[in-house]
């Protein structure tokens, strides 16, 4: 999955065409954030409705690379190197969302497919008895 992104498209165009294609993983922007180092300052989080090439400052159109065999570390690399911003993967599990760093390695499928599962799971009740 490629998508196109120009002037006018916003960060959460980019979410919801993510979020549409694997259902349980999420993308969150952010402008200090240093995938290298898996750091993530909530205080620098872009707005939803910013338009991404006005936080980069780039004019040009380009298309991210999204296909399901590609690692989150790809991903998360390529928008900073193109817009110079920064992109965190995070996954479902139960009703939380986890950060994906310690498994970057690991394909956006096989994340959406960790979520799926996780949210299988956090749903089934246990009962214990002693």
């Given at each position: 999955?490629?998508?196109?992104?120009?002037?006018?498209t916003k960060i959460h165009d980019v979410q919801r065409a993510?979020?549409?294609?694997?259902?349980?993983?999420?993308?969150?922007?952010?402008?200090?954030?240093?995938?290298?180092?898996?750091?993530?300052?909530?205080?620098?989080?872009?707005?939803?409705?910013?338009?991404?090439?006005?936080?980069?400052?780039?004019?040009?159109?380009?298309?991210?690379?999204?296909?399901?065999?590609?690692?989150?570390?790809?991903?998360?690399?390529?928008?900073?190197?193109?817009?110079?911003?920064?992109?965190?993967?995070?996954?479902?599990?139960?009703?939380?969302?986890?950060?994906?760093?310690?498994?970057?390695?690991?394909?956006l499928e096989m994340h959406n497919e960790q979520g799926k599962?996780?949210?299988?799971?956090?749903?089934?009740?246990?009962?214990?008895?002693?």
């Amino acid at each position: 999955m490629k998508f196109q992104i120009d002037e006018f498209t916003k960060i959460h165009d980019v979410q919801r065409a993510f979020s549409q294609a694997y259902t349980f993983l999420r993308l969150d922007f952010d402008q200090s954030m240093y995938p290298e180092k898996h750091v993530f300052e909530i205080t620098d989080k872009i707005r939803r409705h910013n338009v991404i090439n006005k936080e980069s400052g780039l004019p040009a159109t380009f298309a991210l690379n999204m296909n399901k065999y590609r690692t989150v570390s790809e991903l998360e690399q390529d928008v900073h190197e193109i817009f110079g911003i920064s992109v965190r993967v995070l996954r479902k599990s139960g009703k939380n969302w986890l950060p994906t760093s310690v498994s970057d390695d690991r394909t956006l499928e096989m994340h959406n497919e960790q979520g799926k599962l996780s949210g299988k799971t956090s749903s089934v009740s246990i009962e214990v008895c002693y």
